[in-house]
């Protein structure tokens, strides 16, 4: 059964930054993407960041140059690193594994992080 937990977000000035962690299991990473939403009140989730299983990344232009996505095959664990944050990148992020374009396992809570001075 795949299970996602989300944590590291918080409360932080414009221009500073986070490191978010989704500790993951029952998913190997050499069988599936993975991925970084998020979403804000009244929006759809939306795919910010992307690692494929062969390690390459991709991301949604409002977050390119500032945000990277990182995995730890070893801990099974997934991260994004946020720089440079905005107002405007205040959502709830959450992970999941990706077939496709479509998210595959359940959503986890997600975690919240809130860009305001």
């Known amino acids: 059964q795949v299970q996602l937990v989300e944590s590291g977000g918080g409360l932080v000035q414009p221009g500073g930054s986070l490191r978010l962690v989704c500790a993951t299991s029952?998913?190997?990473?050499?069988?599936?993407?993975m991925g970084w939403y998020r979403q804000t009140p009244g929006t759809q989730r939306g795919l910010i960041a992307r690692?494929?299983?062969?390690?390459?990344?991709m991301y949604d232009d409002s977050v390119k140059g500032r945000f990277v996505i990182s995995r730890d095959m070893a801990k099974n664990t997934v991260y994004l690193q946020m720089n440079s944050l905005k107002p405007e990148d205040t959502a709830t992020y959450y992970c999941?594994?990706?077939?496709?374009?479509?998210?595959?396992?359940?959503w986890g809570r997600g975690t919240q992080v809130t860009v305001s001075s």
């Open positions: 690692i494929f299983s062969r390690g390459s990344t």
């Open positions: 029952g998913i190997d990473f050499t069988d599936f993407d």
């Open positions: 999941n594994a990706l077939v496709g374009s479509s998210p595959f396992g359940s």
